[in-house]
């Protein structure tokens, strides 16, 4: 059975902090990994990624992926507490041209200033 | 561009009572996904729709849940008879094309609260 695991739940650091959260998988078809960040309302997109090694960055976030030992970290640097939010690893296994994703159960961060 | 909209943002029944959500995707997107978010967990796909098509319902529990997209645009899914155990929310996405290279676009959601 497919499956996404993130690490940790949950995590509650001061403002400036650094953190890495983790997403790890199991899937039978692989196609890409995708982190969302959730506040209240819809899963806002981060990044996509597709080939191991490479670095997708974005201001103080930043990504990787092993497609070999099989998982992604999401680091962001310099926290602030508008980083606060529950943050969703998504893997996309499709069985044909389909777009299946398959969520992880979410990591929640918690930035206090 | 404007997002994919869904209504209502939040909805409160009594258990047994039906009730309805609705979505609207991005303009252009073919592929249409109803999600299902319960507290402290990831979403975990219901349905998903290519077109007017449902394609990939098997997680969606059919004795009480229905859905249709009629003409490809719109969407909506329907619980009756609705039970404590179904209040989550219910997110909509949508995509231009479930193959290609690009990321989920996720609705606000509808938050459902059963009674």
């Known amino acids: 059975e497919d499956k996404v695991v993130q690490s940790p739940l949950s995590l509650v650091v001061h403002e400036g902090d650094t953190v890495t959260l983790n997403c790890s998988y199991e899937?039978?078809?692989?196609?890409?990994l995708l982190w969302y960040k959730q506040e209240k309302k819809a899963p806002t997109f981060l990044f996509m990624l597709?080939?191991?090694?490479i670095e997708k960055k974005s201001g103080r976030l930043s990504s990787i992926l092993d497609k070999k030992e099989l998982f992604s970290i999401l680091n962001i640097t310099a926290t602030q507490t508008g980083d606060s939010a529950i943050y969703l690893c998504a893997v996309e296994a499709p069985t044909s041209n389909t777009g299946k994703l398959i969520f992880g159960q979410g990591t929640t961060l918690q930035v206090k200033p | 561009e404007a997002g994919v909209v869904q209504s209502p943002r939040y909805k409160i029944i009594e258990k047994k009572q039906p009730v309805a959500f609705w979505c609207n995707p991005i303009s252009g997107h073919n592929t249409l996904y109803w999600y299902r978010q319960n507290l402290g967990q990831g979403p975990e796909l219901l349905i998903r729709y290519e077109n007017e098509e449902a394609v990939d319902d098997s997680q969606l529990p059919k004795d009480r849940f229905s859905a249709e997209r009629l003409k490809g645009v719109d969407s909506t899914l329907k619980i009756q008879p609705a039970e404590l155990g179904d209040s989550a929310v219910y997110l909509c996405?949508?995509?231009?094309?479930?193959?290609?290279?690009?990321?989920?676009?996720f609705g606000n959601g509808t938050r459902l609260t059963v009674t």
């Open positions: 899937v039978t078809n692989f196609r890409s």
């Open positions: 597709t080939s191991s090694g």
């Open positions: 996405a949508s995509k231009r094309q479930a193959w290609d290279n690009s990321p989920l676009h």
